[in-house]
């Protein structure tokens, strides 16, 4: 029978696939695919996991002090015994042979099957049997990973490219949450989809999942229970929904809304080398949003005209403490700037904290994990300021960038004009130690991500100090309506057209317009083509976004009359349901006949 489960859409389109279910602390383990050639070696390497596994155990067992509890030696046998069980192992392999999945993959897959089974046993004994078959599972990762590791590289490239060796079904990845850090790692992943039970719409996961332009639904509460592993999925992005064993008729529908939007894409990207001009002959600057260099190619490839925010701190994640000093920071923001072509380049410092922790080994992760409310606590530039040494590599990291092409740097969350200053004395000693070392730069500008309310109310003087601003809408509406941007709980609270956080909007636009200095939104309002019209009444003429969302903007773009907008700015600002507003004057002002419209509009 089929199921529909209802969640938030974070990336549009639709997905097609069979589930595979990952247990969210193993959603790091390497999901790829293994080519024919390569199977026996990845039984063996399962093969000689499972002896080490086998060794350690027995010799656990045979040095267990005197006065260990009696019920060790029992609990070592059966952890054994489960190691030795064909339901475990032997499963295993079936998956690598029927599925050519690497043996870690098929490993976890197997485990899924089983731990469901587990938790559906009557009898607590058995039942509480799972965690120790967790146990056994990771003892055998582990040795997977001090063991050869397979000689088969996970294939690059998009996730629909990567299954070349026999035409089969494509996989939507279903977790309960998956770290943005980790969602890194499926940028180059065999998953046409995704699936969480927990998030919101603009929490970094989302963020990322929408940057690999493949549809998503996050906050989908029960989905990993519902789900189970090899169900068929459709995942709705654009609805967030998703539907569980869909029937023919309805497999059928969704297909057809796929080669629909398919096709929609493909029309969209002529537009790709077209310039951004309004109909009344405004030109708009539609920039990339970037999580690591290589995105920035990409950025090219989809028509942007720059990158209007690099998010540096993902270079910073999944380094097992050991963050990336000033020569590997400098490589990668050098990258960036060459592949962008003399395009300028914003690299925001680091924006560590609240959903986006270092991983487990680091102290400040351990901070992080103390911390009662990291949304609220040591992110983004109180952490930047509060390691003066780490801060100064990356800024020197960043200075030395700028003798390769245009660079500018964005510092965020500024809230405070102490943290501004501070941050200008720690980029003035960053310059001198560069011009000690005799090591080129540029002066580059700076500028403030408006995302805290307060820099949004102490505008001027931030203006005083700093060469343009930068909108962060995804906090700056968590911030103004005290709603937490990952918890799914509360997602139906966090309203982007909320009166408060337009006015806040707006009212930066404006200030920094008057005042003569750049000023763009990089936050997903930019790419929400809902919002075009209204960010350009405001007077906005650049929108930094995911590169995969650079034409649809640009076709609004093309479509829009900004001073006829303009003309209701007022209308919209003091209306108590914005989004109702728009709604009507889109119909009147773009969508009727111009005649029609025409007497109608302003
Ligand atoms: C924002 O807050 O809008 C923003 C662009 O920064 P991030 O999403 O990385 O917090
Ligand atoms: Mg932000």
Known sequence: MSIQVFGLPVSRGVAIGRAVLVASSRVDVAHYFIDDSKVEDEISRLRVARDAVAGELMALKRDLPHEAPAELPALLDVHLMLLHDEVLTGA?????????????????????????????????????????LEQVVERLLRAMSRG????????????????????????????????????????????????????????????????????AVVGAREASRIIR?????????????????????VLEEYRFRQRQSELERARLSRLRHTPAITLDGERVELLANIELPQDAPVAVE??????????????????????PGEDEQFEAYRAAVEAMNGMPVTIRTVDIGADK???????????????????????AIRWSLSEPAMFRQQLRAVLRASAYGKVRLL?????????????????????????????????????????????????????????FVSIGTNDLIQYTLAIDRADETVAHLYDPWHPAVLKLVAQTIAQARAAGKNVSVCGEMAGDPAF?????????????????????????????????????????????????????????????????????AV
């Open 411 to 467: 510092v965020p969350m500024v809230a405070h004009v102490s943290e501004a200053r501070h941050t200008l004395e720690a980029l003035a000693r960053a310059k001198q130690q560069l011009a000690e070392a005799g090591r080129a730069y540029t002066d580059i500008e700076v500028g403030a991500m408006v995302e805290v309310p307060a820099a949004a109310l102490i505008l001027p003087s931030l203006l005083r100090i700093f060469d």
């Open 229 to 249: 592993q090899d169900d068929w999925l459709v995942i709705d992005g654009d609805a967030g929904i998703v539907i569980v064993n869909p029937s023919p008729i």
């Open 357 to 379: 922790p270092l991983d487990r080994m680091s102290v400040n992760e351990l901070r992080h994990e103390h911390a009662l409310n990291p949304a609220l606590g040591l992110r």
């Open 532 to 600: 075009t019209e209204l960010l350009l009444a405001m007077g906005l003429r650049s929108f930094s976004m995911h590169p995969s969302q650079i034409s649809a903007i640009k076709q609004r773009v093309l479509r829009t009359d900004a001073r006829r907008w303009a003309a209701r700015l007022e209308q919209i600002l003091h209306a108590e349901d914005p989004q109702a507003v728009c709604a009507e004057l889109h119909a009147v002002i773009s969508g009727a006949p111009s005649g029609a419209a025409a007497m109608l």
């Open 302 to 323: 989809a028509g942007a005209v720059g990158v209007g925010l690099f998010r540096s701190e993902f270079l910073f994640m999944n380094r097992d403490g050991e963050l």
């Open 148 to 215: 050869p590791s397979s000689s088969f590289a996970p294939a690059p490239g998009p996730a629909s490219a990567t299954r070349d060796f026999g035409g089969e079904d494509p996989l939507v990845l279903v977790a309960n949450d998956i770290a943005p850090a980790d969602m890194l790692q499926f940028k180059r992943s065999v998953f046409t989809g995704f699936v969480t039970d927990v998030g919101g719409r603009t929490s970094h996961t989302a963020i990322v999942a929408r940057s690999l332009d493949i549809p």
């Open 92 to 132: 295993t392999k079936q998956w690598i042979v029927d599925r050519h999945y690497n043996a870690e993959w098929a490993l976890s897959a197997q485990f899924e099957v089983l731990a469901r089974q587990f938790d559906e046993m009557e009898d607590d004994y058995l039942r509480e049997r799972k965690a120790d």
